[in-house]
């Protein structure tokens, strides 16, 4: 069956990167795509970057210098990393399958905690 | 960006009792918006997808309509495993956003 799964570090020091794997299994990354959500304790999702089945990358305008996505399909992951971080990127973050239309995501993962302090 | 504005924020219902959820987005969408179900704790599920695709193994007591800018998800029959936060999502454009979600409590 269709599977995400999350791994990071938990905590991460201000100023330093975070980086994230989101490791699937029931699909095949050359098939569909997957996106980065993430949410502040207590609050709404934003949407974070997606790679696509062909490879190519979109990123939230508001995130993109500081974002990287990509993914490596012989082990059947997607990297996210993110620099430069702050206290308000402390959230949960997920991954999740595209498909259904673009940026529809149909199976997420369980979701990553990250807490960004020193 | 296209701003998703969801309404109520919260809303308490009865058992069996159906409701509605809004959400309006500041520009035409075309159809292309979802609703994800997000039980406490747990990660968002896809309900609807395409204004009113149900997706599969949801149950048909859910239900989405709407075209250009005004959407709505019904329950009909609410089910205690109903409680959760519903967020409607445009996928039209890049970004893709969400709106603010509605909390739906039992009465």
């Known amino acids: 069956q269709v599977q995400l799964k999350e791994s990071g570090p938990g905590l991460v020091q201000p100023s330093r990167t975070l980086s994230l794997t989101c490791t699937v299994s029931?699909?095949?990354?050359?098939?569909?795509?997957v996106s980065w959500v993430r949410q502040p304790p207590g609050k709404g999702l934003e949407w974070i970057a997606a790679i696509w089945s062909g490879g190519s990358t979109d990123y939230n305008s508001a995130l993109k210098s500081r974002l990287s996505i990509s993914r490596d399909t012989s082990k059947s992951q997607v990297l996210l990393k993110m620099n430069s971080l702050q206290t308000e990127d402390t959230a949960m973050y997920f991954c999740?399958?595209?498909?259904?239309?673009?940026?529809?995501?149909?199976?997420w993962g369980q979701g990553a905690s990250v807490t960004v302090s020193s | 960006d296209i701003q998703m504005t969801q309404s109520p924020a919260s809303l308490s219902a009865s058992l069996g009792e159906t409701v509605t959820i809004e959400c309006l987005a500041s520009?035409?969408?075309?159809?292309?918006l979802a609703w994800y179900q997000q039980k406490p704790g747990k990660s968002p599920q896809l309900l609807i997808y395409y204004a009113n695709s149900l997706n599969d193994g949801v149950p048909s007591r859910f239900s989405g309509s709407g075209s250009g800018t005004q959407y709505s998800l019904k329950i009909n029959s609410l089910q205690s495993e109903d409680v959760s936060i519903y967020f409607c999502?445009?996928?039209?454009?890049?970004?893709?956003?969400f709106g603010g979600g509605t909390k739906l409590e039992l009465k």
């Open positions: 999740a399958r595209l498909r259904g239309g673009p940026y529809v995501m149909d199976a």
């Open positions: 520009e035409d969408i075309y159809s292309n």
């Open positions: 999502q445009q996928n039209y454009d890049s970004p893709p956003t």
């Open positions: 029931g699909f095949s990354l050359t098939s569909y795509g």
